[in-house]
């Protein structure tokens, strides 16, 4: 019974696709025949008034040298931290983390390892106070020489 229901469906969706296929193309024969009847009128477009303006040039006007630009003073390498932290013991290096979440274990076990936190938080125990030792502490490690990438 299946097999039938479907070679039945098969045959009506053939039907309609040659139907619609066929009036599709009825109707583009129309629209060329229709066309070809009525020909387009060539319409002359008047030539537009030009108007003849002189061009005069402009003065020239004498350039000025550039002002001789003031250089900046050099910044000490050591007050600038750099791109980023280095992992002393496999030579990583990683950008600075700007949440404790997101920091690489090695940075959070630097700070451990340093004396600049008591413990390696976890997410959950991250509130206000602890989120300001942190900071204080990412600070102190940015500023050793040790870690500097």
Excluded at 37 to 54: F, G, L, M, Q
Excluded at 67 to 76: G, L
Excluded at 97 to 102: A, E, I
Excluded at 109 to 131: F, I, R, T
Aim: hydrophobic letters at 40%.
């Amino acid at each position: 019974m299946a097999e039938i229901l479907f070679i039945l469906t098969t045959i009506f969706v053939a039907y309609v696709v040659y139907a619609v296929v066929g009036d599709q193309v009825a109707d583009m024969k129309a629209i060329k025949s229709k066309e070809d009847s009525h020909p387009a009128k060539a319409e002359t477009a008047k030539p537009a008034e030009v108007k003849i303006v002189e061009n005069k040039p402009a003065q020239r006007t004498a350039k000025k040298a550039p002002e001789p630009v003031a250089k900046a003073p050099e910044a000490d390498e050591s007050s600038v931290s750099k791109s980023g932290l280095r992992d002393p013991a496999t030579g990583e290096t990683a950008s600075i983390p700007t949440n404790y979440r997101f920091a690489k274990r090695w940075i959070k076990e630097a700070m451990v390892k340093e004396g600049l936190l008591d413990k390696v938080y976890k997410n959950s125990e991250l509130d206000d106070e602890a989120n300001a030792k942190i900071k204080t502490a990412l600070d102190s490690l940015l500023q050793m020489d040790k870690y500097r990438a």
